[in-house]
């Protein structure tokens, strides 16, 4: 094992990019001390060698390992925010959520999704597609400014009943001058798991990942229905 392998053994050193460039220049720094002492056991006694360049590449060792330190403190304080972000998420388990997203799971037979038209449309193109990106069904929406919900029974154009899992949904909206509109679409469901998959906290609702960033509002279960039949 070599010397930078039997550092990260014995302290720890994750495999982080931080890791590996103070591995390479452990490397690097190896070689270049094995090459210095073979220059000083070989070098001429009557014209010794310029002692300047070693000290600056000393110097050049010394600015990129403060460099790659300063690195691992900060991929280590980022592991540290990243841990406690997905402990604060953990609070959502259990909860319902909605949050903005195109993807939602049909299951029992209803896959039901949220749209925002910021202004009346002309017309409006439903469409939904499935996990491979083939389009599975479409028909016309709302057209009214505002929010609308739109609920599918997991049947395609041709009426056949669809396995179940996730599909996706695109609103197309355009105006009375056929300029295209920008619709916001959303998902709802409960929170089911959290985990952190290195680009953020991720919240499952079944198997559809939702980054928590994208979260606009949590209830406890039931507690919508009750909303509604209190009015």
């Given amino acids: 094992?070599?010397?930078?392998?039997?550092?990260?053994?014995?302290?720890?050193?994750?495999?982080?990019?931080?890791?590996?460039?103070?591995?390479?220049?452990?490397?690097n720094f190896d070689t270049f001390l094995t090459l210095l002492?073979?220059?000083?056991?070989?070098?001429?006694?009557?014209?010794?060698?310029?002692a300047n360049q070693f000290t600056e590449q000393l110097v050049q060792f010394s600015q990129v390992e403060q460099s790659i330190t300063s690195n691992k403190h900060l991929e280590q304080l980022l592991a540290m925010v990243s841990t406690n972000s997905t402990?604060?998420?953990g609070s959502y388990l259990g909860k319902n959520i909605e949050a903005s997203g195109k993807t939602a799971m049909l299951k029992n037979g209803k896959a039901e999704w949220r749209y925002q038209l910021p202004g009346v449309s002309e017309n409006?193109?439903?469409?939904?597609?499935?996990?491979?990106?083939?389009l599975v069904y479409a028909t016309t929406g709302a057209t009214d400014a505002g929010s609308?919900?739109?609920?599918?029974?997991?049947?395609?154009?041709?009426?056949?009943?669809?396995?179940?899992?996730?599909?996706?949904?695109?609103?197309?909206?355009?105006?009375?001058q056929g300029e295209e509109m920008m619709v916001e679409t959303f998902v709802s469901g409960l929170v089911n798991s959290v985990r952190n998959?290195?680009?953020g906290v991720v919240l499952m609702l079944?198997?559809?990942?939702?980054?928590?960033?994208?979260?606009?509002?949590?209830?406890?279960?039931?507690?919508?229905?009750?909303?509604d039949l209190i009015g």
Avoid: C
């Fill in 206 to 227: 079944d198997d559809v990942s939702i980054p928590a960033t994208s979260v606009r509002k949590v209830s406890e279960p039931g507690l919508d229905a009750l909303q």
């Fill in 1 to 27: 094992m070599d010397t930078a392998a039997i550092a990260n053994s014995i302290t720890g050193v994750p495999n982080t990019a931080a890791g590996v460039a103070d591995a390479k220049l452990a490397d």
């Fill in 87 to 89: 402990g604060e998420a």
């Fill in 197 to 199: 998959d290195g680009d």
């Fill in 148 to 176: 609308h919900g739109f609920t599918w029974d997991g049947k395609d154009r041709q009426g056949n009943t669809l396995p179940e899992g996730a599909y996706t949904i695109a609103v197309n909206a355009a105006n009375d």
């Fill in 37 to 50: 002492t073979t220059q000083l056991q070989h070098q001429d006694p009557l014209e010794p060698m310029d």
């Fill in 124 to 134: 409006t193109t439903i469409t939904v597609t499935n996990d491979a990106g083939k």
